[in-house]
């Protein structure tokens, strides 16, 4: 996340509420300040540097840049990054370019600033007073690479005379002038050539081609299906947690590689169109933002992100820096972090921030990592609302003190840039100095695998652009680049400055690292004297072009001390001296690249007089052979399958076996081997599982009668009647089978007296005994006799009859029957539910396959281009492919450096 987008992020998450006004800004809102930048006048070919970065917002924050650049030949055109704060574009053409910065602030409103940059042709007038043999015209056919079939196109000759003008224009469908339209009839998916034949004032004529991609109208017919085209990129930036009832900007950024965005329309929380959306989130939850943008070539992307909306409470704070950093460097802490109740926050850092930065932002913190390995460094936010609500924000970084690259690439490798920035509190002669002179020192480390010589070169988009060239010479390692660098801007203030730093090696190749971030800056203004000559130039100015090894002449003129920045890494400093007195100060440029000098002055009221010269230092050259050789080469593939091509031939078995395919089957062990596996199964273990599943049962009560292991889940499931037999007992005084009855083998028999001789009432007295032995009758004072027996064997009724002296005694005797009675009764039963766990043995069966990579080999040939510093045998190169080309020392094509440079 960019500082920029960080401090978009904080600005919308401690914003008020406000009304819902979706894609519109609210009426109080003030259009954001725009600055383009100074008008200029540069060379042709030469780079121009834009920079929005003095453009603010009065009341909130800019939230979009767009650039547009308008060609003298009245064509509409995109800087290298056309929604950058700071970018880039090559004045081609000569002539006024009208270039355009519109600025989004967070609210939906826009502004617009244009600067004026004029390109003129400063090798016409020395072109006009050469003798030599007149030049063509040079240039090309500007337009559409791609055109929808049956629509039209239009398209330009954007060319040149260098010594003259161009006087006809003649295209090869019979069309004149400069600018043409052609209609496309050719059918989609076909592509048409055309060319144009200039010739200018002296006669001298050249013909420029251009092919075009006809293409097919997309289904709504407003673009195009174009299969090259890289559809665009989107991405939304906002708040991602806000308070019920706040109003928030959501915006919903694009981008191109191959062309321009062209629209951005939003699908959620609500409709609407641009790239701003503010929308009040009535209550608490997760809501989708999303949106969709659409290029030039109809592409589309889309884009979302959720917000977090909350009922109102204590701050919220969110702290960001490194997780590691090398020890000695300086690294950026910051905090994100709002009050739901739209009150103020005041933060407080450990360590403490400068006192440039309390006064600038008090989210940022720049805080200087010391250490050994592996130690912690801890860096706290403590963040106070308007209550007296307290939430203290942590951010640990561990300390690491080597840049660990990867060594096993053959290139240069950067690490990221580190910063320092470094406070001039010199006292300064000048009465009016009352600025605070900052330096920031710039550095990376740059990592080779190899011996090569390597060059580092710095690019700073400053107000003024700045390029530094560091030659680290030859090494196999590490080796560090460091630059010191003031920035500045009409302001004063902390501004957006891009910072990119290249690496290249004597191969050619490269690497590089890029840092966007705010910096402190002083105010400028021009008022001193600076001027710069290189040998032989008969004028002087702002721009030198030298060999290796010659001196350049800077012209001082400064009332106040002075500060003269070579760009190499040396500097002087310098008294005042008077306007009739300038001072001629010579410097050596040893080493080719551009150098960015610059002279700082206390002179004048505002701040640092600031002036700038560029010096280019042409890089050394020497010739190189260049021809083309036939070599063979015998390819070699393993291969199961035979390669694709005839010339290919199976040589020998390079390696074979038996792999598992990853298909298994698992069985119970006891059932033995499936009978669908063939021989490629094998099996592959044998394992114990516990099985568990639940079961049920009906019954009438719990199972298995615990209480415990079985849960009733259904009462009378089903009902039945039941029919069962009981057995009946009775006596009866007969032996004799009765019907239905049969005998148990159980008999008992009773005495009976009558009579005893005597004249008393009828009684009867029962005693039951198991078996008597001893009789001995007596009279019972109660009446009747009584008896003593040691054991009864039988019930025995004893009857009295009264003055009966017949005294007869018999007995009775009776046997005991058994039958079964039928009986019927009605039985519920109910469904209960349990687990049953139970242990089985499982055999895993495992597919195999076997293989065989054969060696296979064929014969190419190629051709390859060579490279020589001598001139190669006849014979050993292709004939009329020999070239003798002049290269310069570290450009892309040359390859002797490290014995010519």
């Known amino acids: 996340m960019t500082r920029r987008s960080l401090a978009l992020a904080l600005l919308l998450l401690l914003s008020a509420g406000a009304p819902l006004a979706d894609a519109h800004p609210e009426q109080d809102n003030d259009p954001p300040l725009v600055d383009a930048g100074l008008d200029r006048e540069v060379d042709r070919g030469a780079v121009v540097w834009l920079d929005g970065g003095g453009t603010n917002d009065p009341d909130g924050e800019v939230v979009t840049y767009e650039w547009t650049i308008r060609t ?148 709504d017919g407003d673009g195009s299906t174009d299969p090259d085209n890289t559809a665009p990129r989107a991405w939304i930036e906002g708040p991602d947690r806000v308070a019920v009832g706040e109003t928030t900007s959501f915006v919903l950024h694009g981008s191109d590689a191959d ?52 009922e109102e409470g204590p701050p919220v704070v969110r ?5 590691t950093a090398p020890a000695g460097s300086t690294q950026e802490y910051w905090i994100e972090a709002y009050d739901p109740d739209g009150g103020e926050l005041t933060i407080s850092w450990d360590p403490a921030q400068n006192q440039l930065e309390r006064s600038s932002n ?12 592996d130690d912690t460094i801890v860096v706290r936010a403590v963040v106070t609302d308007d209550e007296g609500n307290t939430v203290t924000a942590v951010k640990e970084t561990e300390v690491e003190n080597t840049y660990d690259p990867d060594l096993s690439e053959k290139v240069p490798q950067l690490s990221s840039i580190e910063t320092e920035y470094v406070l001039d509190d010199s006292k300064q002669t000048g009465a009016t100095d009352t600025i605070t002179l900052g330096t920031y020192n710039l550095s990376s480390t740059v990592a080779h695998n190899e011996s090569k010589i390597v060059r580092a070169t710095w690019e700073i988009n400053d107000t003024i652009a700045a390029t530094y060239t560091d030659e680290l010479g030859r090494f196999k390692g590490s080796v560090a680049t460091n630059i010191q660098h003031t920035f500045v801007s009409e302001s004063g203030r902390m501004v957006s400055r891009a910072v990119t730093v290249r690496a290249v090696d004597s191969d050619g190749d490269r690497d590089s690292r890029k840092l966007v971030s705010r910096f402190h800056s002083i105010q400028t203004h021009p008022d001193v004297t600076f001027y710069a000559r290189g040998p032989g130039a008969e004028s002087q100015g702002s721009t030198v072009l030298i060999e290796p090894g010659q001196d350049v002449v800077f012209t001082v003129g400064s009332y106040q001390n002075y500060r003269l920045v070579f760009g190499d890494g040396e500097s002087i400093t310098g008294s005042g001296t008077s306007g009739a007195n300038n001072v001629k100060i010579s410097h050596t440029y040893e080493d080719p690249g551009t150098y960015t000098v610059r002279l700082f002055s206390t002179q004048g009221p505002k701040g640092k007089a ?226 049953e766990t139970r242990t089985v043995r499982i055999k895993t069966y495992a597919e195999t396959e076997t293989w065989i990579e054969w060696l296979w080999e064929s014969d190419s040939g190629y051709t390859e281009q060579e490279q020589s510093l001598t001139k190669p045998a006849e014979g050993t190169y292709i004939s009329g492919t020999l070239r003798l080309v002049e290269v310069r020392c570290g450009s892309g094509e040359s390859n002797h450096d490290s014995v010519m440079c």
């Not at 329309?265 to 999303?290: D, K, L, M, N, Q």
């Open 610 to 835: 600031l002036a700038a010269a560029t010096v280019t230092v042409r890089p050394r050259t020497y010739e190189e052979y260049w021809y083309e050789v036939r070599k063979t080469e015998i390819n070699q593939v393993h291969s199961q399958e035979h390669p694709t091509g005839a010339s290919w031939e199976k040589v020998a078995v390079h390696d074979s076996g038996e792999v598992f395919t990853g298909r298994t089957v698992s069985v119970l062990a006891d059932s033995g081997r499936p009978s669908m596996l063939d021989e490629n199964w094998e099996l592959n273990g044998t394992s114990t599982q516990q099985r568990t599943q639940r079961v049920t049962r009906i019954s009438e009560s719990d199972p298995d009668g615990s209480g415990e292991d079985w849960t009733l889940v259904q009462r009378n499931v089903r009902t039945e009647s039941r029919t069962y037999y009981e057995d009946r007992y009775t006596w009866f005084e007969s032996k004799f089978r009765r019907n239905g009855w049969r005998q148990t083998g159980e008999t008992r028999t009773r005495r009976v007296v009558i009579g005893d001789g005597h004249d008393h009432d009828r009684e009867r007295h029962s005693r039951t005994t198991a078996e008597c032995t001893n009789w001995d009758l007596a009279l019972d004072p109660l009446g009747g006799f009584s008896r003593e027996c040691a054991r009864w064997e039988y019930d025995t009724d004893v009857w009295y009859t009264g003055h009966d002296h017949d005294g007869r005694t018999y007995y009775e005797t009776e046997y005991r029957y058994k039958t079964e009675v039928k009986r019927t009764e009605t039985v519920s039963y109910h469904k209960y539910a349990g687990t």
């Open 362 to 373: 008090t989210s940022l913190n720049h805080v200087q990592i010391w250490g050994d390995l």
């Open 259 to 310: 062309g321009t965005v062209v629209s951005h329309e939003w699908t959620a929380p609500s409709g609407g169109s641009g790239a701003v959306i503010r929308h009040t989130f009535g209550s608490a939850g997760t809501y989708t933002v999303s949106g969709t943008v659409t290029d030039d070539d109809g592409a589309t992307a889309n884009a979302s992100t959720t917000v977090e909306v909350y």
């Open 319 to 323: 702290i960001f820096g490194p997780d």
């Open 72 to 219: 003298p030949a009245g064509e509409t055109i995109a800087p290298e990054d056309a929604d950058a704060v700071s970018t880039s574009f090559t004045a081609a053409e000569t002539g006024r370019y009208e270039v355009t910065l519109t600025a989004t602030d967070d609210h939906g409103a826009t502004r617009s600033d244009t600067l004026y940059v004029d390109v003129t042709d400063s090798t016409a007038d020395d072109s006009a007073n050469d003798s030599g043999a007149n030049d063509p015209p040079v240039g090309g056919i500007r337009g559409p690479d791609t055109v929808v079939t049956g629509e039209s196109a239009t398209f330009v000759a954007a060319v040149f005379d260098p010594d003259g003008e161009i006087t006809s224009y003649a295209w090869s469908d019979g069309q004149s002038g400069r600018e043409i339209t052609k209609p496309v009839e050719v059918p989609a998916g076909e592509t048409f050539s055309f060319s144009v034949r200039v010739t200018d004032d002296d006669g001298a004529t050249e013909t420029f081609r251009k092919s075009v991609r006809v293409v097919a109208a997309d289904a």
